[in-house]
């Protein structure tokens, strides 16, 4: 499929179903992002690939630990695909997506957040093309910002100096593709 096919078929997909994806894609998906244009080429980005469902349950949920929705800006997204933006009652962040990759990043790096989200473009754009939904979720920082947070980044081996600056959800979609926005 050319690229700018694949750009237009991928989608945020905020509903999942409980099946896994292969470890096969998820390395597929994570070798994608490694490949990331990224700031002096000094390749300063740290994926953690959480391959567990409950897990992520409990990350998507720490993800949304103190959300402040009167800082935002606009009040919808999708009926189709309903963000926390527009649903009050989502409490998981992570939309019970079985697999999420974070990503680390250098805490005192001036480019840190761009390397972030060309990695997470990368990802998101593999996991189209193997048919895998997928979502970039932001509050990388809050998420990890606590005791538990800072547990599973020391079990993870995050160096110090170090700070989530987002995610990519992973799994597959339940119910029909969202229709494409206008442009």
């Keep these: ?3 700018i096919d694949l750009m237009k078929e991928r989608h945020s997909i905020r509903k999942y179903t409980d099946e896994q994806i ?3 894609d998820l390395e597929k998906i994570l ?3 490694s490949y990331a244009p990224n700031a002096g080429g000094g390749q300063r980005s740290m994926m953690v690939a959480v391959h567990n469902k409950e897990l992520t349950v409990k990350l998507g949920r720490m993800n949304m630990t103190n959300f402040d929705r009167t800082h935002l800006v606009g009040s919808f ?3 189709e695909q309903p963000s926390t933006i527009d649903d009050p009652m989502i409490n998981n962040g992570f939309y019970d997506a079985p697999t999420v990759v974070c990503i680390f990043c250098q805490d005192n790096f001036m480019f840190k ?3 972030a989200f060309c990695c997470m473009e990368n990802m998101v754009l593999q996991a189209t093309e193997l ?3 997928s979502c970039i979720i932001s509050r990388g920082f809050e998420t990890f910002n606590h005791v538990e947070g800072g547990r599973l980044m020391k079990e993870w081996e995050v160096p110090e ?3 989530c600056q987002g995610f990519v959800i992973l799994g597959y979609r339940d119910g029909e593709a969202p229709q494409h926005q206008p442009r």
């Design 1 to 3: 499929m050319p690229l």
């Design 22 to 24: 292969r470890k096969e």
């Design 31 to 33: 070798e994608a992002g």
């Design 77 to 79: 997204v999708s009926k």
């Design 113 to 115: 957040t761009a390397d």
């Design 131 to 133: 048919g895998i939904a």
């Design 161 to 163: 100096g170090y700070t």
